[in-house]
């Protein structure tokens, strides 16, 4: 079953706000598989400020944090990890292609490679316009919330 979540319903699965949730919505999602979110970069994001003043791209790592944020919707909308905390355990062949820019939006593509107890590994990409802007390999822990 494809499902589409909103704003409010991302954040009730994971526990990214503002200024850090990176993801807009989700417009396909097949819990525990594969994902694909949306990032509507604008003008006025708070990492723009200083990276960089008058040339203003978002950075690298962000768009990973992005492309993990979409894949924890993905395996912690499960009922068995609802309530966790996914935190990065490694990253693997990332490349970045092209700059992100104010104004761009960023379609986040994540695939369940793997879940092996409480470890996983996903793969994503980000693309702009169907045009490449990285990708790459991502390992994930899962744990238990601090207020559980």
Same mark, same amino acid.
């Given at each position: 079953m494809i499902q589409v979540l909103n704003s409010r319903e991302i954040q009730a699965i994971i526990?990214?706000?503002?200024?850090? =949730?990176?993801?807009?919505?989700i417009i396909e999602m097949e819990p525990g598989r594969r994902a694909v979110g949306i990032k509507n970069v604008t003008a006025g994001e708070p990492f723009f400020q200083g990276h960089f003043p008058g040339n203003p791209i978002m950075p690298g790592v962000l768009i990973l944090e992005a492309l993990?944020?979409?894949g924890a919707c993905t395996i912690l909308? =499960?009922?068995?990890?609802? *309530?966790?905390? +996914?935190y990065f355990a490694g990253i693997d062949g990332v490349k970045f292609r092209r700059m992100?820019?104010? *104004?761009d939006s960023l379609r986040l593509e994540v695939?369940?490679?793997? /879940?092996t107890g409480r470890f996983g590994k996903a793969s994503g990409r +980000?693309?702009?316009? *169907?045009?490449?802007?990285?990708? *790459?390999?991502? /390992?994930?822990a899962l744990e238990k919330a601090a207020d559980e």
């Open positions: 526990p990214h706000r503002y200024p850090f =949730l990176l993801v807009d919505r993990a944020q979409v909308s =499960l009922d068995e990890y609802r *309530g966790r905390i +996914a992100v820019l104010p *104004g695939e369940l490679i793997k /879940m +980000a693309l702009v316009e *169907g045009e490449l802007v990285a990708e *790459g390999e991502f /390992m994930f």
